[in-house]
């Protein structure tokens, strides 16, 4: 049974040839274009799963880039009843290090965020609380360990070459 129609199927399509190549074309274009765009919403969905309450975390865009003034987020805050918790994020492009053993070394992911980043992200410290002040600083377990080694950074100084100069960041978390 399955033979035969098959067999009838590939004569029918031998026969009518132009028509038959643009149906299978047209459908293979079809299912491709609905496969794709698929692959996009279930990619374009799994961001920010991780962050606790991620249906109420939004990022502001302004025009094309996520660059906006640095006081937006406290104005948004004071004035909209809405907006319960901010952070503001910046990546640096370029940062130079002097590590404890004296030696310099050129940061590249190095970013600055405000200390509720940790609340609202739901990132959970090693060792040691967020940082408070300007003087502070939280590292990643891979930054600790590539500039400490094993011993606890808690409390040890880094110095980072800002514009004006270097800064002296002391560690508060890992």
């Given at each position: 049974?399955?033979?035969?129609?098959?067999?009838?199927?590939?004569?029918?399509?031998?026969?009518?040839?132009?028509?038959?190549?643009?149906?299978?074309?047209?459908?293979?274009?079809?299912?491709?274009?609905?496969?794709?765009?698929?692959?996009?919403?279930i990619h374009e969905k799994s961001f920010?799963?991780?962050?606790?309450?991620?249906?109420?975390?939004?990022?502001?865009?302004?025009?094309?880039?996520?660059?906006?003034?640095?006081?937006?987020?406290?104005?948004?805050?004071?004035?909209?009843?809405?907006?319960?918790?901010?952070?503001?994020?910046?990546?640096?492009?370029?940062?130079?290090?002097?590590?404890?053993?004296?030696?310099?070394?050129?940061?590249?992911?190095?970013?600055?965020?405000?200390?509720?980043?940790?609340?609202?992200?739901?990132?959970?410290?090693?060792?040691?609380?967020?940082?408070?002040?300007?003087?502070?600083?939280?590292?990643?377990?891979?930054?600790?360990?590539?500039?400490?080694?094993?011993?606890?950074?808690?409390?040890?100084?880094?110095?980072?070459?800002?514009?004006?100069?270097?800064?002296?960041?002391?560690?508060?978390?890992?």
């Amino acid at each position: 049974m399955i033979f035969s129609d098959l067999k009838t199927a590939v004569r029918s399509i031998l026969r009518n040839r132009v028509p038959s190549a643009i149906s299978i074309l047209g459908m293979g274009i079809g299912l491709g274009c609905i496969i794709v765009l698929m692959a996009l919403i279930i990619h374009e969905k799994s961001f920010d799963r991780f962050v606790p309450g991620y249906q109420n975390v939004y990022r502001i865009v302004f025009g094309t880039s996520a660059q906006t003034q640095f006081p937006l987020a406290e104005t948004m805050a004071g004035e909209y009843a809405e907006v319960k918790d901010y952070f503001r994020y910046y990546q640096a492009n370029t940062l130079q290090i002097k590590t404890p053993e004296n030696e310099m070394v050129t940061e590249q992911n190095f970013g600055f965020a405000d200390p509720s980043i940790f609340r609202i992200t739901g990132i959970k410290f090693l060792s040691g609380t967020p940082a408070n002040s300007v003087s502070e600083v939280a590292i990643s377990d891979e930054s600790a360990l590539k500039y400490f080694g094993n011993s606890s950074p808690i409390g040890s100084v880094l110095q980072v070459k800002f514009t004006d100069g270097f800064s002296k960041l002391t560690i508060s978390g890992v």
